[in-house]
């Protein structure tokens, strides 16, 4: 009895000792392609040749509906003079006029989903996407490219409103050539969940470790479109005001001042990120964040404009020798029981080896708190965990 009683000691003690990561971890089973998201299912006839590609009728997807003129569409097909992009793999998916394609998921009700998928356009530059989860959609912008590659991944958010829900995307464009239409790929899904705000901290989702599914095998990290709906979001807390997109990175691909997410303004003045925080009236508060450089060539100078309630102020990328990042600051008397704060870049800036793609700075750990506290919530944490830890070892 005396040595089960010390075994359950030390295992309370080893759960102690490892608190901090178990509460910040996710389960991603389900994290992932949709079946068949990558297209490279075969059909039961095979793929289509180009001879079959111009016959009529519709195409067979396996794990797919489709409506209207859908092809599967093969890396390096050419289109009389253009070739076709591929995003990843060999196979992708091109919607023609009115045309839909859509899936039926099985998932938790009540739940924001996030869909991560590639998208390219082809004939037109006009070209938009419509991705919706009936009856809540949005409509994907297609005609500024952010890289040279020729393909952006995106990241929309929806709620389940039942156990199943259907994703559809649907081309509404009308172009002379019935063909012509955004190319898919990839389409993946997580679920979401909203981080816990921290005691020190009025900002949700500050580090921006919970955003939406990435691919491992993709540099070019994951495009947040608009979203003004703060409750239904890829990047949980936030919103994306403007009509360009933000760019989520992982610190695979791109220096990422801490932990392993955080977010590129690649957009300019047209890429606002912002979040509404609660604040006591009349308290005296700081604005803090991580300003860096991606480490993607990105051409300089780098700035950003923060915003916190009346409170603005332009701060610039300092180049440091020892580091890619530096912290910032803005101070700001709240006026209301919640305070607006937001970022933009203050540049339209490119990449210095293609003079091209669009890149921006790196905004990462931003914190809300009252001037003058101490940000020691972790160290008193760990104070507290350490004081319990010796006194269950004192007593064995």
């Not at 067979?60 to 992009?85: D, M």
């Not at 991560?116 to 009856?135: D, G, K, M, W, Y």
């Not at 990241?155 to 009308?174: E, S």
């Not at 606002?272 to 604005?287: A, C, D, F, G, R």
Request: proline letters at 6%; charged letters at 20%; glycine letters at 8%.
């Amino acid at each position: 009895m005396a040595g089960s009683f010390t075994r359950m000691k030390w295992v309370s003690i080893f759960v102690l000792l490892h608190l901090p990561h178990l509460a910040f971890t996710t389960l991603t089973e389900e994290d992932g392609l949709v079946p068949n998201g990558d297209f490279e299912q075969s059909p039961s006839n095979g793929f289509p040749s180009e001879a079959i590609v111009e016959q009529s009728g519709p195409t067979e997807i396996p794990n797919w509906k489709t409506n209207g003129t859908v092809e599967l569409v093969e890396s390096g097909q050419k289109q009389g003079a253009l070739i076709l992009i591929v995003p990843q793999g060999r196979h992708a998916v091109r919607l023609g006029n009115d045309a839909e394609i859509s899936q039926d998921l099985t998932v938790e009700k009540g739940s924001i989903y996030s869909v991560t998928f590639s998208a390219a356009r082809t004939c037109a530059q006009l070209e938009s996407l419509n991705v919706s989860v009936p009856p809540a959609s949005q409509t994907i912008d297609l005609q500024t490219l952010y890289n040279v590659q020729g393909w952006d991944p995106y990241a929309v958010a929806f709620n389940a409103d039942a156990d199943t829900m259907t994703l559809l995307f649907k081309n509404t464009g009308m172009e002379d050539d019935p063909t012509c239409g955004p190319i898919i790929d990839n389409i993946a899904i997580k679920k979401m969940f909203t981080p816990d705000r921290p005691k020190d901290n009025a900002v949700i989702n500050g580090d921006f470790e919970e955003g939406p599914f990435m691919f491992k095998n993709t540099s070019l990290g994951v495009l947040l479109p608009t979203n003004l709906d703060e409750e239904t979001s890829s990047l949980p807390g936030w919103t994306v005001e403007s009509n360009r997109a933000m760019r989520y990175v992982d610190s695979d691909h791109y220096a990422v001042p801490e932990g392993k997410r955080a977010i590129e303004l690649v957009s300019g003045k047209e890429g606002i990120i912002s979040q509404m925080v609660e604040t006591t009236p009349n308290k005296q508060y700081s604005l803090t964040f991580l300003l860096g450089h991606a480490d993607d060539k990105c051409k300089q100078p780098l700035a950003v404009m923060a915003f916190a309630g009346d409170q603005a102020q332009n701060v610039h990328y300092t180049p440091n020798s020892n580091s890619t990042f530096q912290s910032s600051n803005l101070n700001f008397t709240a006026k209301a029981e919640r305070t607006r704060i937001a970022f933009y870049s203050v540049y339209y800036n490119t990449r210095s080896d293609d003079m091209t793609s669009l890149c921006g700075p790196v905004i990462d750990d931003v914190r809300v708190w009252f001037s003058g506290s101490r940000r020691n919530g972790l160290r008193g944490l760990w104070v507290a965990i350490l004081g319990l830890v010796w006194v269950l070892i004192s007593s064995i």
